[in-house]
């Protein structure tokens, strides 16, 4: 029997060929989604890890140390480490910048040297005020000035690394440039990034753990991440309905051929085999064609997007399951052909 699929595919090529093409676009554009949505997880995860810390301590009332507008004050008593223990405070909050363009960027205030520190791909990072670690999306290089808010500050590192928030892209300046820029110069923060043994005012203060912290952050792209989720769902659905209308269109113009395949001996479960023997190639074809798509279209994504072997191997399968499911379409078709259609009228 697949000799037989096999033959008609070669025989209806150009038809075949087209729904692969097509189902291969939109797979592609499934596999971009499925990206985008994955790198808003690893991003989350990832600058929380940044910080290197075990626990942050915010304030009693706070959301989460990404997320809080509760302030606390940056004082040498406030957050203590103790022998091996080490708390350094740290504020986020929202800039805008002009980089080639006018950018929103997150701002990211933290001790030079201290935990949150980020990494740099080119340059070094800050030592003190007056310096700034852009994100190496945007439009500025190492040793450029980028006026944020009252402050001219100096590019002095870049980082592939340190998006948040949806993509966006972050500036980390020293923690008394992002007082001046955000509380007028008050000697506030928003959180304290701890590691090891450390003590607080437990009335005023609350641990707050790495988990919980990007449970908090995740909270702010849930939405987001829900609408890529289900976009990708109805992308999928849109594939399975290309393929069922082809195969459902072959299996019209074969009620003949099933007719005679049946009254030669051939089973209904074989015929059925076949519709999705056809089905199931032209998916995965089309999940081929749409790594290379995907690839090619990547770079004018919006959104970062983060591609893994684990991404192809899911819309294989994705792709395998559409195949057999569009197939069903036909089985009514091929199982109900009667077989005196082979000698007689159609």
């Not at 890890?49 to 004050?73: K, Y």
């Not at 923060?189 to 908090?216: C, H, I, K, M, W």
């Not at 195949?323 to 052909?337: E, F, H, I």
């Amino acid at each position: 029997m697949w000799l037989v699929a096999a033959r008609d595919l070669q025989f209806r090529r150009r038809r075949f060929l087209i729904a692969i093409a097509a189902t291969g676009l939109v797979f592609g554009i499934a596999l971009l989604l499925d990206g985008a949505s994955k790198n808003i997880n690893d991003e989350t995860t990832r600058i929380v890890g940044l910080f290197h810390a075990d626990r942050f301590v915010v304030a009693r009332r706070a959301t989460g140390p990404f997320t809080t507008t509760v302030v606390i004050p940056d004082g040498p008593g406030t957050v203590a480490g103790h022998g091996a223990g080490r708390a350094d405070p740290f504020l986020v909050s929202r800039a805008t910048v002009r980089a080639g363009k006018l950018v929103d960027v997150n701002l990211v205030g933290y001790r030079p040297g201290g935990l949150g520190t980020p990494p740099v791909d080119e340059g070094r990072a800050v030592r003190g005020p007056g310096e700034v670690v852009v994100d190496s999306s945007l439009d500025a290089g190492v040793g450029d000035r980028l006026r944020v808010g009252e402050l001219d500050l100096r590019v002095v590192g870049t980082s592939s690394s340190i998006r948040f928030n949806f993509g966006t892209p972050s500036l980390f300046v020293a923690l008394a440039d992002a007082q001046r820029i955000v509380f007028g110069g008050q000697r506030l923060v928003l959180a304290y990034a701890a590691r090891g043994p450390v003590t607080f005012d437990g009335s005023t203060l609350r641990s707050v753990s790495n988990a919980q912290a990007e449970d908090d952050l995740h909270r702010t792209t849930k939405s987001g991440s829900d609408t890529v989720s289900f976009l990708n769902v109805l992308l999928w659905i849109v594939a399975a309905g290309i393929v069922a209308s082809i195969v459902y269109l072959n299996a019209l113009e074969r009620t003949r051929d099933f007719a005679v395949l049946k009254a030669t001996g051939s089973s209904n479960r074989s015929i059925v085999g076949g519709l999705a023997l056809q089905a199931t190639f032209i998916t995965v074809l089309a999940a081929v064609l749409a790594v290379g798509i995907a690839f090619a279209l990547k770079p004018g994504f919006p959104f970062p997007v983060t591609m893994s072997s684990s991404s192809v191997l899911k819309t294989v399968v994705v792709a395998i399951a559409v195949g057999l499911l569009a197939s069903l379409v036909g089985v009514r078709r091929a199982v109900t052909t009667d077989p005196a259609l082979a000698i007689g009228g159609a």
